[in-house]
């Protein structure tokens, strides 16, 4: 008797799949080494550890760093798992292809965490040998401040292998398969006056990155060129974030005598900036741009040396984030600086954008020609890891590199195929 098939894996769809816990790795590493195995490469320096908790500063030396090699090993020893559905297996090859196969490739738009998670992503390609060129002089904005393109080596005998994999034209191989535009704002000053109501004599101190013209330069990259028409077919992939810096810590000309009064003008604020930037963004033809929601801060991350158990977990603990994060410090000073941090917004922040992309895909014609908007959610993946941040006890909100992007990225490349009708 022959058995029946096995019946194809089902994938989870859509939200599903940023809906789960995190489980011990099936094959876990055991030491530095396996770890530095695994992510090695030709390029860069391995992955060598993440920060350790050390309020007496007493540590140093080889056991510093050993104990913060062993961290990084903790914090790589899980995996997220749908609660519903499959992941694909992340392929850096056919990840790049698809990139290649898009006028401009994938661009992330965003903040410093933006940027890690962009470390993060290229650091996959090293492993496979795939080489590239950062900033080229032929290209625009090569040589300014905050952007990172990478265009593939033309001396790599891997770049040939790409192109012949995605079956594009040489035109195509000049331009950046992947981007970095580091603006923490989305927006540039005389924006950001308007929206948040500054008074004409608003001393101007901020030095947050950016791009000026940043959106042109999407525009430039999504393009479509003459010549390419027959295999520079799909669009170019965005995925954006404008979150943390969002806060009355960053915008200071938002005053009012109470806190709540304050976090009033913030929220009042907030919206105007989504409905700028989507408005600048969505004639763009040709791009499928992704909000990654902010990720959240988790106050006494140190107290943590493994994930919650699961979201219900999660939710009990990180309760009264603000009275958590202020007793962090000691002074009333401190205090008030960490209140005005604003972490407890950016779930309501992150709920605006979900919002307003649901909104404009509902009213989005039939055949529009515009940009495709999706939301892209790593909150609950992230809002389980108290025990990854960076640096424990002195920064609780960055990530410690590769350990949650690396699930970032097999998510994002998850959700682009599904989204694109390769799996169901």
């Not at 999407?218 to 995925?239: I, Y």
Request: proline residues 7%.
């Amino acid at each position: 008797m022959v058995n029946p098939p096995a019946p194809p894996p089902v994938f989870c769809q859509s939200y599903e799949c940023g809906v789960g816990k995190w489980v011990p790795r099936k094959e876990p590493f055991t030491s530095l080494k396996d770890v530095q195995i695994a992510y090695s490469n030709l390029w860069h320096p391995v992955w060598d550890g993440c920060g350790v908790w050390d309020p007496l500063a007493k540590l140093e030396g080889e056991e510093k760093k050993k104990l913060e090699g062993q961290r990084l090993v903790d914090t790589l020893n899980w995996e997220w798992v749908p609660g519903r559905g499959l992941l694909l297996e992340y392929d850096p090859v056919d990840f790049v292809v698809r990139m290649l196969k898009s006028p401009g490739g994938l661009v992330l738009v965003g903040d410093s965490i933006s940027r890690q998670h962009w470390h993060a992503i290229y650091y996959t390609f090293r492993h496979l040998n795939i080489t590239f060129d950062s900033n080229p002089k032929h290209l625009p904005l090569a040589g300014v401040a905050n952007v990172e393109q990478f265009v593939l080596s033309k001396t790599s005998a891997m770049t040939k292998i790409l192109q012949e994999k995605a079956g594009v034209p040489q035109s195509r191989m000049e331009r950046p398969f992947l981007t970095l535009l580091e603006d923490h704002m989305g927006l540039g000053e005389s924006d950001i006056r308007a929206i948040t109501n500054a008074k004409p004599d608003y001393y101007w101190y901020h030095k947050f990155r950016r791009v000026e013209g940043w959106e042109d330069h999407l525009k430039w990259l999504a393009m479509p060129r003459e010549g390419e028409e027959a295999s520079v077919t799909e669009d170019t992939l965005v995925m954006i974030n404008a979150g943390a810096h969002w806060s009355r810590h960053e915008l200071a000309m938002l005053r009012a005598p109470t806190d709540q009064q304050e976090q009033a003008l913030l929220e009042d604020t907030y919206p105007r900036m989504i409905d700028l930037v989507t408005s600048r963004l969505s004639p763009i033809e040709r791009t499928s741009i992704y909000y990654r929601p902010t990720s959240p801060g988790h106050p006494k991350c140190e107290d943590h040396t493994v994930p919650y158990k699961d979201m219900a977990d999660a939710r009990r603990q990180e309760q009264n984030l603000v009275q958590r994060l202020k007793e962090t410090v000691s002074t009333p000073d401190d205090k008030k600086l960490r209140s005005r941090w604003d972490w407890n917004l950016f779930k309501r922040h992150n709920e605006l954008w979900n919002r307003t992309i649901h909104v404009m895909n509902e009213r989005r014609p039939a055949g529009a020609m515009g940009a495709k908007w999706h939301y892209f959610d790593v909150w609950d993946v992230s809002m389980q890891r108290p025990d990854a941040h960076l640096d424990p006890g002195k920064d609780c909100l960055h990530w410690c590199l590769p350990t949650i992007f690396d699930d970032w990225t097999r998510l994002f490349y998850h959700r682009v195929n599904l989204d694109e009708g390769r799996v169901k």
